[in-house]
């Protein structure tokens, strides 16, 4: 409940492999991406993601309690070894479910600032990006989740002060920093109604949905909205010219020495990766 392990997104769309994807291995996503035809969770999408993460869990030795809130995405598992699921009762996520309590606005607010921001970029620059959705996660501060948290009734002990107005202060400055559009809680809000899973749903239509896409699959020949689905990659020349030119900007632009800290880190990952992947030269052609 500190707010401070945060787990890998989970993001649902509707295709499997969407166009903005073209030429991009699929793994190396900075999210975990899934698709179905309604971009919904279902029973089938919970249970693999958090097997998944139970096993993660087995590997540090961790065992965690989950709360999740009752709806029918949300299946009672007897296969988890290191999570124990708490499911809240029916009609009280609003209430106090931490999510609910300002963490999942606080993620919109920083991912339509961002949308907003990367739009008139590609606008002027004919860019795109489909990497801010991880970024916005990080955004969120563990104090946001740790005060969503005693906002739904949790409490790590019971000398709690100022939780509300610490909370409130919180929320209203994540709400200023938006861009200025005709009214800024319509945007931030704008999907607050949207389904993201079937209320009325059972396993057997998961099932029968998971059959029927991939008969669609089958018979289209591609399970893709890609025309081409052969993955470009980064050279290493390219990546060290990348962190060569960060690194300079950094320096005229004169960022702390954490920033700077934390680029190395990244071009000792990439200068590493390129040596490792360097042939070893012979002797041989010298001595023919």
């Not at 920083?110 to 970029?121: D, F, G, N, P």
């Not at 704008?190 to 059959?211: A, F, H, P, R």
């Not at 005229?252 to 190395?264: C, I, K």
């Not at 000792?268 to 001595?287: G, I, W």
Request: aromatic content about 6%; some cysteine; charged content about 25%.
């Amino acid at each position: 409940m500190s707010g401070n392990d945060k787990v890998k997104l989970l993001v649902i769309g509707k295709s499997k492999k969407p166009r903005c994807f073209k030429g991009i291995d699929m793994d190396t996503l900075p999210v975990s991406y899934r698709a179905n035809k309604n971009a919904w969770m279902t029973s089938l999408l919970f249970e693999e993601w958090i097997t998944r993460w139970d096993s993660a869990l087995g590997k540090q030795s961790r065992k965690i309690l989950l709360l999740v809130d009752n709806c029918t995405a949300h299946p009672a598992l007897d296969t988890l070894k290191n999570i124990r699921l708490e499911f809240l009762p029916p009609n009280t996520t609003s209430l106090i479910q931490p999510m609910d309590q300002g963490i999942i606005k606080n993620i919109k607010g920083h991912y339509r600032k961002e949308l907003v921001q990367m739009t008139i970029t590609a606008i002027e620059d004919n860019l795109l990006s489909t990497s801010c959705t991880p970024q916005n996660w990080r955004q969120v501060k563990t104090q946001t989740i740790a005060n969503c948290f005693r906002k739904g009734g949790f409490w790590v002990t019971a000398s709690e002060e100022g939780t509300e107005k610490n909370l409130a202060s919180q929320e209203s400055n994540e709400e200023q920093a938006l861009p200025e559009v005709v009214n800024g809680d319509s945007y931030l809000l704008i999907d607050e109604d949207m389904k993201c899973y079937n209320e009325d749903g059972t396993l057997e239509d998961d099932i029968v949905e998971t059959l029927s896409n991939k008969r669609l699959c089958l018979e289209d020949g591609s399970d893709s909205d890609s025309d081409n689905d052969t993955v470009v990659r980064i050279s290493n020349v390219a990546a060290k010219r990348s962190i060569q030119v960060l690194q300079q900007y950094f320096v005229e632009q004169g960022f702390s020495d954490t920033l700077h800290a934390s680029l190395d880190m990244c071009a000792d990952e990439v200068f590493s990766n390129a040596a490792s992947k360097m042939a070893q030269t012979t002797l041989d052609p010298f001595l023919a």
